[in-house]
């Protein structure tokens, strides 16, 4: 099975479903976000603000070039499609999914979570701008779209594998 990578804005619930997903195909589960921590040895906030987000986009794409290409699935980080290098990467794929959500559901979601540094619920308008500059790019790089803002996780999980057959 060639690799699933699923795309899209902070809390659309790529790692919950990727975790899902790759347990009910019983492959292995990557996390680009995760692949950085363990690669910078500190935690995202920390690359943010130490090293800066430039630094952070370095290590993500090095990431994403460097996971298995076959039986996985990998869940990106929202910004993954803002570098040029790795929109045409993903594009061409075939199993990008994006998994959308509508922003005031997002920001509910990640209401109390402060592990996003570019996510502040004290800057709502800068977080919908970016929401909807990024929004384009992520359906430019999909080859499915799944509006997961009133779906739970295992119906979201049937789709992917549903759309993925045609
Ligand atoms: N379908 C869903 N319905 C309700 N809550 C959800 C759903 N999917 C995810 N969540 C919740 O939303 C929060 C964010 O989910 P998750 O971490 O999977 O998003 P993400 O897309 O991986 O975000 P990021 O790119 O920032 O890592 C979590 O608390 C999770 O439990
Ligand atoms: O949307 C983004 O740019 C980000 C999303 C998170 O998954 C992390 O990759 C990081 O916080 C940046």
């Given at each position: 099975?060639?690799?699933?990578?699923?795309?899209?804005?902070?809390?659309?619930?790529?790692?919950?479903?990727?975790?899902?997903?790759?347990?009910?195909?019983?492959?292995?589960?990557?996390?680009?976000?995760?692949?950085?921590?363990?690669?910078?040895?500190?935690?995202?906030?920390?690359?943010?603000?130490?090293?800066?987000?430039?630094?952070?986009?370095?290590?993500?794409?090095?990431?994403?070039?460097?996971?298995?290409?076959?039986?996985?699935?990998?869940?990106?980080?929202?910004?993954?499609?803002?570098?040029?290098?790795?929109?045409?990467?993903?594009?061409g794929k075939m199993?990008?999914?994006?998994?959308?959500?509508?922003?005031?559901?997002?920001?509910?979601?990640?209401?109390?979570?402060?592990?996003?540094?570019?996510?502040?619920?004290?800057?709502?308008?800068?977080?919908?701008?970016?929401?909807?500059?990024?929004?384009?790019?992520?359906?430019?790089?999909?080859?499915?779209?799944?509006?997961?803002?009133?779906?739970?996780?295992?119906?979201?999980?049937?789709?992917?594998?549903?759309?993925?057959?045609k």
């Amino acid at each position: 099975m060639e690799a699933i990578y699923l795309i899209g804005f902070m809390g659309s619930g790529k790692t919950t479903v990727s975790q899902e997903l790759a347990k009910k195909l019983e492959v292995a589960v990557y996390d680009t976000d995760q692949e950085i921590v363990k690669l910078a040895g500190k935690t995202i906030n920390e690359i943010f603000s130490i090293d800066g987000e430039e630094k952070f986009r370095e290590l993500e794409s090095k990431v994403l070039y460097s996971l298995p290409l076959k039986d996985a699935v990998v869940s990106t980080g929202g910004g993954i499609i803002g570098s040029e290098k790795n929109r045409a990467f993903l594009s061409g794929k075939m199993n990008v999914v994006f998994l959308n959500a509508e922003f005031s559901i997002i920001m509910e979601r990640l209401k109390d979570d402060d592990t996003r540094p570019l996510l502040s619920t004290n800057n709502i308008e800068a977080a919908e701008t970016l929401y909807n500059s990024r929004i384009p790019f992520y359906r430019e790089a999909a080859f499915i779209e799944i509006d997961t803002s009133c779906k739970s996780v295992s119906i979201i999980v049937n789709e992917i594998i549903q759309r993925m057959k045609k």
